[in-house]
């Protein structure tokens, strides 16, 4: 089957539901203009200021589109095969993903933009909005870890391409600087001179080009300039960018967050255009096997992965994420200008997200099962995805060159290209994570003040860097994919418990039976997937247990942190089961809720 069949198809599929679920949803959740949001109401052009949905979309999607859609399509389309991918990418996103991210965000508006675990609060108990932040607190710390190791590994060695040019990590990291300081000084000039958001983008978005291609001039490879061995490397860049993390999170939003995210946005969407375009030139078809089996077993540990549930919690970000509730909930909600504008930033974006993930799996579809990309295991996502969109663009300049258009994109460009678009969606992921780790510490704590800020931003930095270097140096697999199941088990639980969050306002508000379909069966599914997923991860502390093996309850942090995130997930699920059975009163209808429905 061709590359471009399967990426029509899927685009069709995508654009429909956006034309049917999506208005749906709008009606059923009583979307409504005259009703100001939060960031008219509360306007204080700080963390409350209304903006087009134009650019809005663009910093949503930079923030919610990170590693995620390009990482676990690739490894679950290696494990079990492109086609339960393609399906749960497709069915995730429009019925699963997309409706708690449109809900989520809607929930926050709701609530004068406040967070979900706040709307917990409100709708639960006090009891719930502890656990809920501390669950979230837990997931936000897993997140930044796997993101941060798996763009580590994208700064150090080198790829030699099938032409004999050589793409170096130290050039990658270079472009990378380089893209961290134009959003600053966009950002500055915005603030303080009469520069235009548009004239900005035309003026950044080239130099974000340019930087990608001067990069591999002057690399910055630290392996070499401090005689390090490629495992001291990785560390070394480990702590490098949570020490950005660190101090980004707590810079103002309009000096990189805001800047940062917009040009990330267009960046994305040209990486997404780029993909397309190979596909529609290129002709491929698919080489990699269709489908590889309900099991896959791990040639290193020899663990054994069945396709339920490794395949939903292997791919998060593509089909389903609960960080994007907390990205709605959290910035988001405070720059919706019109309730309206949900459908496209909440179900919009998502299906744009899922989009991303298909043309992440078409990088591995166009690859036979003996590629050296993927012949060995674990994977290297940033290389099979950097090397698939450097292959589509190459692709794609030869078929625009067939239109007489006169210039040529060199291949070590393409590559460069496509590990810069990687590391791109990651850095609004991690400063955003630490930002909003901080918060929650300083709420669980009451820390304030420019010393509660700088701790609580600290221990949220700290605690993966603990973890990263806490690592024994010659771990036979990389430290993303130690870590990988758990970020995605807690990923997904934290989107089940969002939706279970969600179910709980809307039923008590609304006392509707479409409420236990739209949002009740999904949460239902994606908190049985995530639990079993948890559950296995666990059992090498109960199987240690038993055999009285006690050294090797030491061994690894991992289990013990799912095992305390499968508590805190079911002590939630408990507490919500006591409020639908009837162990809090039943509110009085708020008052927006008791308009009709518009015709």
Known sequence: MSLLAISCLSAVILTVAYLTYGPLLARLLRLRDDVPTPAVSMRDDVDYEPIDSKFLLSQHFSAIAAAGPVVGPILAGVMFGWLPALIWILVGSVFIGGVHDMTALVASIRHKARSIAEVVRDHMTKRSYVLFLMFVWLALVYIIVAFTDVTAAAFIGDQKLENGQVVSGGGIATSSLLYLALPILMGLLLRYTKLSIGWATLIFLPLVGLSIWAGQYMPFDVASLFHLSPAGARRTWNTALLVYCLIASVLPMWLLLQPRGHLGGYFLYIALAAGMMGVIFGGQTAAYPMFKGWEFTDPISKDVSPLFPILFITIACGACS???????????????????????????????????????????MRLSVNDPLINKWPVSPNHVYAQGIGSFLQVANGGLAALSLPYKISAAFAVSFGLMAFTTFVYDTLDVCTRLGRYILQELTGMQGAAGR??????????????????????????????????????????????????????????????????????????????????????????????????????????????????????????????????????????DERLPVPA
């Open 322 to 364: 609960g960080f994007h509730s907390i990205i709605a909930s959290g910035t988001t909600s405070k720059q919706l200008s019109r309730e309206s504008d949900a459908k496209v930033i909440g179900y919009g974006s998502m299906l744009l997200e899922a989009m991303v993930a298909i043309i992440s799996l078409c990088c591995v």
């Open 454 to 591: 700088w701790l609580a931003t600290g221990l949220t930095a700290g605690v993966p860097l603990a973890f990263l270097l806490g690592q024994p140096a010659d771990a036979k697999k990389p430290l993303y994919a130690i870590f990988w199941n758990l970020f995605g088990a807690s990923n997904q639980l934290l989107a089940a418990l969002t939706l279970l969050g969600v179910t709980v306002w809307l039923w008590r508000t609304r006392r509707a039976t479409w409420v236990l379909f739209v949002t009740g069966i999904p949460c239902v599914f994606m908190y049985v997937m995530s639990m079993w997923a948890l559950m296995r991860t666990i059992s090498p502390l109960v199987t240690a247990f038993a055999n009285g093996n006690y050294a090797a309850l030491s061994a690894s942090p991992v289990p013990w942190v799912a095992s305390l995130l499968a508590v805190l997930g079911l002590l939630i699920l408990i507490e919500a089961v006591i409020v639908l059975t009837g162990g809090m009163p039943q509110p009085p209808l708020a008052r």
